[in-house]
């Protein structure tokens, strides 16, 4: 074969190449590696639920799904109407979150229903044709960078608004809903997506909402390669905690109560214990629990939401070090105590305690042993929060900490000294800081 076509054939093959390239999955635009990294360090985060039909306590969007188109006719042009929301205070929601260890804020920027909650020029379904008229998403960004909080949006590319303007019933699972398999549907997203992620400074994360996220996922990745995308690229079990560590950076999302949005009647919570106790579940497998709180219609945060969120702020204000900036162990639970390790010094090792059946009231000391750790001659113990040398009113006593490696296993012993209710009955897990230690699989 002559030179000039080894040219051609090197050019043919250049250009195969290029274009498999492009069409293999494993060339597309993904999350950035080290902000990956960066993410499961955070922990906990804050989703915000909240839009137009807030006003009624039903169902985020949903209740658009199987209506009547009586009820879709008054949902989007009568409820612009009403929604005023002259008590919104984002600085009260990122204060909140910060006390309450959160790491990072999501808000639904633009859920379902295709309502948006900034001016945009693709609809004038949004918060400008409303009595309001002003921009949330602007203050909600400023507040949580005032408050060093990782800044989040949620988007839908499934757009109920936009489906019913083409013509379409409304519905979740079908080919219009789609944006690959309808180009307008896409466009309308795309214009959304651009005035997000170009007006409001650099986000950190985007979580999409849809069965086809692609394509929009490819797109923020074009405008801001910084900021990761969840839901749409990595694991968001919704409503479940997996089995097992799942590899790579992942996030659980919850309701605090049954429902998303705002529910005024007929809502149970779950309380500051269960809550506290599934973070510690999560992140002993590594995951990131994103924990959602719902305003209500005038803005506001709820009571009975809100005193949740300041029960997890003050055990997380004693023992946050051991949910944030940690990684699984090899065995994640002995009995039922979880364990987490630093991400930067692995054999610092947090022990998760719950009160079990029987109140362990303060000053009482608990034995445990452990098989599955082994001490050092580094090794040292605390308890979090305490300084294991006082119990208040009791001079005589002596709350310090105790460890010793025995042919069972590592016995530790501690004291609960801290007062931290009035009546002395702290319902949720103490933590245990054992470091020096190593794992009987690892030494």
Not at 148 to 169: A, I, N, R, T
Request: proline share 6%; aromatic share 12%.
């Amino acid at each position: 074969m002559n030179k000039p076509a080894l040219g051609i054939l090197s050019l043919l093959l250049l250009l195969s190449s290029t274009f498999q390239a492009q069409a293999d999955p494993a060339a597309k635009l993904k999350n950035d590696v080290q902000r990956g990294e960066e993410f499961m360090d955070w922990g906990v985060g804050l989703f915000v639920h909240w839009s137009l039909d807030s006003e009624l306590g039903s169902v985020i969007s949903h209740s658009l799904v199987g209506a009547s188109e009586e009820y879709i006719d008054r949902y989007l042009n009568e409820l612009p109407k009403h929604f005023n929301p002259t008590d919104y205070d984002p600085e009260a929601w990122a204060k909140l979150a910060k006390l309450a260890g959160c790491k990072y804020v999501v808000l639904t920027t633009k859920h379902h229903n295709g309502f948006c909650l900034w001016p945009t020029k693709s609809t004038n379904f949004s918060i400008a044709n409303t009595p309001y008229q002003k921009d949330l998403v602007g203050p909600f960004v400023e507040a949580c960078r005032k408050y060093d909080l990782k800044v989040g949006f949620y988007f839908s590319p499934e757009d109920f608004w936009f489906l019913h303007k083409q013509g379409h019933e409304i519905r979740r699972k079908s080919k219009h809903a789609n944006i690959s398999s309808n180009p307008e549907l896409l466009a309308h997203n795309k214009i959304q997506i651009k005035e997000l992620f170009s007006n409001y400074g650099p986000i950190d994360i985007a979580f999409l909402d849809a069965f086809d996220n692609d394509h929009i996922t490819q797109y923020i990745h074009e405008l801001q390669p910084r900021c990761l995308v969840t839901r749409g690229e990595m694991e968001t079990p919704e409503q479940y905690i997996p089995n097992k560590p799942l590899p790579g950076p992942w996030e659980a999302n919850f309701t605090l109560g049954t429902q998303w949005q705002y529910k005024p009647t007929n809502e149970v919570y779950k309380s500051g214990t269960k809550l506290i106790e599934m973070l510690i579940d999560i992140r002993s497998k590594g995951g990131n629990l994103l924990i959602n709180m719902g305003p209500e219609p005038s803005g506001k945060i709820p009571f009975e939401q809100e005193r949740t969120f300041r029960e997890l702020a003050l055990w997380m204000f004693i023992n946050g070090e051991s949910i944030h900036n940690i990684r699984p162990c090899p065995i994640i639970k002995e009995g039922e105590m979880w364990f987490t390790r630093d991400t930067k010094e692995s054999s610092t090792v947090y022990v998760f305690i719950p009160q079990g059946k029987k109140h362990w009231r303060r000053g009482a000391r608990r034995t445990y042993t452990l098989k599955s750790l082994s001490a050092t001659d580094n090794t040292r113990i605390s308890v979090l929060g305490q300084n294991d040398r006082v119990l208040e009113y009791q001079p005589r006593a002596k709350p310090v900490s105790k460890f010793e490696q025995t042919d069972e296993g590592l016995q530790i012993s501690v004291v609960r000294a801290q007062r931290i209710y009035n009546d002395h009955r702290w319902p949720n897990p103490v933590v245990v800081k054992l470091e020096g230690v190593t794992f009987v699989d690892e030494s």
